[in-house]
Protein backbone atom coordinates (compact mmCIF):
# COMPACT_ATOMS: atom_id res chain seq x y z
CA UNK A 1 0.00 0.00 0.00
CA UNK A 2 0.92 3.73 -0.63
CA UNK A 3 -1.01 5.62 1.85
CA UNK A 4 1.33 9.16 0.88
CA UNK A 5 2.78 9.47 -2.53
CA UNK A 6 4.72 12.33 -1.45
CA UNK A 7 4.89 15.59 0.69
CA UNK A 8 5.14 19.28 -0.48
CA UNK A 9 6.20 20.65 3.07
CA UNK A 10 3.63 19.62 5.78
CA UNK A 11 0.60 18.91 3.28
CA UNK A 12 0.44 15.40 2.55
CA UNK A 13 -0.51 14.00 -1.45
CA UNK A 14 -2.33 10.89 -0.99
CA UNK A 15 -2.83 7.95 -3.10
CA UNK A 16 -6.44 8.32 -1.82
CA UNK A 17 -6.59 11.87 -2.97
CA UNK A 18 -5.11 11.23 -6.39
CA UNK A 19 -7.36 8.27 -7.33
CA UNK A 20 -10.54 10.47 -5.97
CA UNK A 21 -9.23 13.29 -8.58
CA UNK A 22 -8.45 10.81 -11.22
CA UNK A 23 -11.92 9.46 -10.86
CA UNK A 24 -13.21 12.97 -10.79
CA UNK A 25 -11.78 13.93 -14.45
CA UNK A 26 -12.28 10.21 -15.98
CA UNK A 27 -16.18 10.49 -14.73
CA UNK A 28 -16.84 14.00 -16.27
CA UNK A 29 -15.26 12.80 -19.49
CA UNK A 30 -17.25 9.57 -19.62
CA UNK A 31 -20.37 11.83 -18.63
CA UNK A 32 -19.33 14.56 -21.40
CA UNK A 33 -19.24 11.27 -23.71
CA UNK A 34 -22.35 10.21 -23.22
CA UNK A 35 -24.11 13.43 -22.89
CA UNK A 36 -23.23 13.45 -27.13
CA UNK A 37 -24.86 10.37 -27.57
CA UNK A 38 -28.02 10.88 -26.08
CA UNK A 39 -27.85 14.41 -27.80
CA UNK A 40 -28.15 16.24 -24.54
CA UNK A 41 -26.79 20.11 -24.39
CA UNK A 42 -23.34 19.97 -23.01
CA UNK A 43 -24.06 22.81 -20.35
CA UNK A 44 -25.58 19.81 -18.16
CA UNK A 45 -22.05 19.00 -17.27
CA UNK A 46 -22.12 22.16 -14.85
CA UNK A 47 -24.64 19.85 -12.74
CA UNK A 48 -22.06 17.56 -12.71
CA UNK A 49 -19.18 20.25 -11.22
CA UNK A 50 -21.62 21.06 -8.53
CA UNK A 51 -22.62 17.74 -7.87
CA UNK A 52 -18.80 16.75 -7.68
CA UNK A 53 -18.59 19.23 -4.54
CA UNK A 54 -21.78 18.12 -3.61
CA UNK A 55 -20.36 14.56 -3.15
CA UNK A 56 -17.46 15.17 -1.17
CA UNK A 57 -19.27 17.29 0.99
CA UNK A 58 -22.15 14.60 1.50
CA UNK A 59 -19.21 11.72 1.61
CA UNK A 60 -17.19 13.36 4.41
CA UNK A 61 -20.45 14.47 6.30
CA UNK A 62 -22.00 11.07 6.30
CA UNK A 63 -18.51 9.78 7.23
CA UNK A 64 -17.82 11.51 10.69
CA UNK A 65 -21.49 11.08 11.42
CA UNK A 66 -21.14 7.47 11.35
CA UNK A 67 -17.47 7.89 13.56
CA UNK A 68 -19.00 10.21 15.81
CA UNK A 69 -17.44 9.50 19.04
CA UNK A 70 -14.21 7.53 17.74
CA UNK A 71 -11.94 10.37 17.39
CA UNK A 72 -12.04 14.11 17.65
CA UNK A 73 -13.87 15.73 15.30
CA UNK A 74 -11.35 17.51 13.33
CA UNK A 75 -9.45 14.64 13.55
CA UNK A 76 -11.98 12.65 11.72
CA UNK A 77 -12.85 15.84 9.14
CA UNK A 78 -8.76 15.67 7.97
CA UNK A 79 -8.61 12.25 7.96
CA UNK A 80 -6.56 11.43 4.58
CA UNK A 81 -9.32 8.91 3.69
CA UNK A 82 -12.84 8.50 5.33
CA UNK A 83 -15.25 9.25 2.52
CA UNK A 84 -19.10 7.21 2.61
CA UNK A 85 -19.92 6.17 -0.71
CA UNK A 86 -23.85 6.40 0.58
CA UNK A 87 -22.92 10.33 1.69
CA UNK A 88 -21.64 11.43 -1.62
CA UNK A 89 -24.42 9.57 -3.92
CA UNK A 90 -27.48 11.71 -2.07
CA UNK A 91 -25.08 14.84 -2.36
CA UNK A 92 -24.14 14.30 -5.22
CA UNK A 93 -27.20 13.29 -7.19
CA UNK A 94 -29.19 15.72 -5.26
CA UNK A 95 -27.26 18.96 -5.88
CA UNK A 96 -27.01 17.56 -9.87
CA UNK A 97 -30.72 16.96 -9.67
CA UNK A 98 -31.09 20.65 -8.20
CA UNK A 99 -29.20 22.52 -10.75
CA UNK A 100 -30.37 20.54 -13.66
CA UNK A 101 -34.13 21.49 -12.76
CA UNK A 102 -32.92 25.00 -12.67
CA UNK A 103 -31.33 24.95 -16.32
CA UNK A 104 -34.66 22.75 -17.54
CA UNK A 105 -32.68 19.93 -18.31
CA UNK A 106 -34.30 16.35 -18.56
CA UNK A 107 -33.09 15.38 -15.28
CA UNK A 108 -33.71 11.31 -15.70
CA UNK A 109 -31.69 11.50 -18.94
CA UNK A 110 -28.87 13.40 -17.52
CA UNK A 111 -29.20 10.87 -14.60
CA UNK A 112 -28.86 7.49 -17.14
CA UNK A 113 -26.21 9.42 -19.08
CA UNK A 114 -24.34 9.55 -15.75
CA UNK A 115 -24.20 6.08 -14.43
CA UNK A 116 -21.31 4.86 -16.67
CA UNK A 117 -19.12 7.61 -15.13
CA UNK A 118 -20.52 7.25 -11.53
CA UNK A 119 -19.28 3.62 -11.87
CA UNK A 120 -16.40 4.18 -13.23
CA UNK A 121 -15.10 6.84 -10.64
CA UNK A 122 -16.54 5.24 -7.71
CA UNK A 123 -14.31 2.06 -9.31
CA UNK A 124 -10.99 4.46 -9.20
CA UNK A 125 -12.15 5.72 -5.90
CA UNK A 126 -11.77 2.35 -4.45
CA UNK A 127 -8.60 1.72 -5.77
CA UNK A 128 -8.27 4.50 -4.09
CA UNK A 129 -9.17 3.01 -0.66
CA UNK A 130 -7.37 0.15 -1.58
CA UNK A 131 -3.76 1.90 -1.75
CA UNK A 132 -4.49 3.88 1.38
CA UNK A 133 -5.90 1.15 3.61
CA UNK A 134 -9.31 1.92 4.22
CA UNK A 135 -12.74 0.84 4.49
CA UNK A 136 -11.51 -3.24 4.37
CA UNK A 137 -12.77 -6.22 5.30
CA UNK A 138 -12.97 -8.88 8.21
CA UNK A 139 -9.52 -11.20 8.97
CA UNK A 140 -9.34 -13.93 6.58
CA UNK A 141 -7.57 -16.75 5.98
CA UNK A 142 -7.81 -16.87 2.12
CA UNK A 143 -4.89 -16.58 -0.06
CA UNK A 144 -5.52 -12.97 -1.23
CA UNK A 145 -6.36 -11.78 1.92
CA UNK A 146 -3.97 -8.61 2.52
CA UNK A 147 -2.87 -6.67 5.70
CA UNK A 148 -2.49 -2.97 6.06
CA UNK A 149 0.41 -2.16 8.82
CA UNK A 150 -0.59 1.55 7.79
CA UNK A 151 -4.36 1.13 7.14
CA UNK A 152 -7.10 3.34 8.69
CA UNK A 153 -6.64 1.29 11.67
CA UNK A 154 -3.74 -0.06 10.71
CA UNK A 155 -3.87 -4.08 10.80
CA UNK A 156 -1.08 -7.05 10.25
CA UNK A 157 -3.55 -9.96 10.15
CA UNK A 158 -4.89 -10.57 6.54
CA UNK A 159 -8.18 -9.25 5.70
CA UNK A 160 -10.55 -9.47 2.99
CA UNK A 161 -9.39 -6.57 0.26
CA UNK A 162 -13.37 -5.24 -0.26
CA UNK A 163 -12.41 -2.39 -1.84
CA UNK A 164 -11.09 -4.35 -4.40
CA UNK A 165 -13.97 -6.73 -4.75
CA UNK A 166 -16.31 -3.79 -5.18
CA UNK A 167 -14.01 -1.95 -7.71
CA UNK A 168 -13.84 -5.71 -9.85
CA UNK A 169 -18.04 -5.42 -9.79
CA UNK A 170 -17.72 -2.11 -10.78
CA UNK A 171 -15.48 -2.61 -14.10
CA UNK A 172 -18.41 -4.88 -14.88
CA UNK A 173 -21.32 -2.91 -13.79
CA UNK A 174 -19.67 0.27 -15.88
CA UNK A 175 -19.11 -1.93 -18.92
CA UNK A 176 -22.38 -3.07 -18.65
CA UNK A 177 -23.85 0.20 -17.87
CA UNK A 178 -22.37 1.20 -21.62
CA UNK A 179 -23.49 -1.81 -23.43
CA UNK A 180 -27.19 -1.25 -22.68
CA UNK A 181 -26.87 2.61 -23.22
CA UNK A 182 -25.44 1.39 -26.66
CA UNK A 183 -28.46 -0.99 -27.41
CA UNK A 184 -30.63 1.85 -26.73
CA UNK A 185 -32.10 0.86 -23.27
CA UNK A 186 -34.47 3.18 -21.85
CA UNK A 187 -33.02 5.60 -19.46
CA UNK A 188 -35.20 4.52 -16.73
CA UNK A 189 -33.97 1.02 -17.25
CA UNK A 190 -30.52 1.65 -17.61
CA UNK A 191 -30.73 3.99 -13.89
CA UNK A 192 -32.90 1.04 -12.43
CA UNK A 193 -30.64 -1.41 -13.25
CA UNK A 194 -27.25 0.68 -11.80
CA UNK A 195 -28.99 1.22 -8.71
CA UNK A 196 -30.65 -2.22 -8.25
CA UNK A 197 -27.09 -4.14 -8.75
CA UNK A 198 -25.26 -1.46 -6.73
CA UNK A 199 -27.19 -2.19 -3.90
CA UNK A 200 -27.20 -5.71 -4.32
CA UNK A 201 -23.17 -5.78 -4.36
CA UNK A 202 -22.69 -3.46 -1.57
CA UNK A 203 -25.57 -5.61 0.40
CA UNK A 204 -23.20 -8.82 -0.35
CA UNK A 205 -19.87 -6.77 0.60
CA UNK A 206 -21.12 -5.41 3.32
CA UNK A 207 -21.28 -8.95 5.19
CA UNK A 208 -17.50 -9.45 5.11
CA UNK A 209 -16.63 -5.38 5.47
CA UNK A 210 -15.95 -3.83 9.26
CA UNK A 211 -18.89 -1.73 9.90
CA UNK A 212 -20.97 -1.90 13.36
CA UNK A 213 -24.01 -3.57 13.20
CA UNK A 214 -27.55 -1.10 14.10
CA UNK A 215 -30.73 -3.52 13.26
CA UNK A 216 -30.09 -7.13 13.83
CA UNK A 217 -26.89 -8.43 11.70
CA UNK A 218 -27.57 -5.28 9.26
CA UNK A 219 -25.46 -2.26 9.12
CA UNK A 220 -26.15 1.22 8.29
CA UNK A 221 -24.60 0.32 4.81
CA UNK A 222 -26.86 -2.62 4.81
CA UNK A 223 -30.05 -0.52 5.10
CA UNK A 224 -28.71 2.03 2.54
CA UNK A 225 -27.94 -0.88 -0.25
CA UNK A 226 -31.83 -2.61 0.44
CA UNK A 227 -33.49 1.54 0.03
CA UNK A 228 -31.39 1.63 -2.86
CA UNK A 229 -32.04 -1.66 -4.89
CA UNK A 230 -35.71 -0.57 -3.71
CA UNK A 231 -35.09 2.66 -5.73
CA UNK A 232 -33.82 0.53 -8.67
CA UNK A 233 -36.47 -1.84 -8.72
CA UNK A 234 -39.43 0.60 -8.25
CA UNK A 235 -38.05 2.67 -11.95
CA UNK A 236 -37.67 -0.64 -13.75
CA UNK A 237 -41.00 -1.46 -12.89
CA UNK A 238 -42.33 2.15 -13.75
CA UNK A 239 -44.93 2.91 -16.48
CA UNK A 240 -42.14 3.85 -19.23
CA UNK A 241 -39.42 1.73 -17.76
CA UNK A 242 -39.81 -0.98 -20.97
CA UNK A 243 -39.23 1.74 -23.63
CA UNK A 244 -36.70 2.61 -25.75
CA UNK A 245 -33.94 5.60 -24.64
CA UNK A 246 -33.04 8.42 -27.08
CA UNK A 247 -29.43 7.44 -27.06
CA UNK A 248 -29.76 6.42 -31.23
CA UNK A 249 -30.78 8.72 -33.87
CA UNK A 250 -34.16 9.68 -32.00
CA UNK A 251 -34.35 12.84 -30.15
CA UNK A 252 -37.28 11.69 -27.96
CA UNK A 253 -36.93 12.48 -24.25
CA UNK A 254 -37.73 10.06 -21.57
Same mark, same amino acid.
Given at each position: ????L????????? %?F????????????????????? %??????????A?? &?LI???? &??????V????G?AP??????????? %?W????????????A??????VP??????????????G??????G?????????????????????????????????????????L??LG?M?L???????????????????A????F????V??????????????L??????A???I??? %????R &?R?????S???T
Open positions: MFPVFRIGAFEVT %SGVMVAVGALAGLWLLRRELAR %SRLPDHAIDALW &GGGLA &GAKALWFEHAEFTDLLFARAGL %SFGGLAGGVGIGIVLAAKRVLRVLAAATPALAFHLLGRICFLVGDDYGRPTDLPWGVAFPEGLPPTTVPVHPTQLYEAAFGWWLRWRGRGVADRVVLGRYLLLGIARLIEFRVNEAVVGPFSVAHASLALAAGLLIG %SPGG &GTGTGNRRT
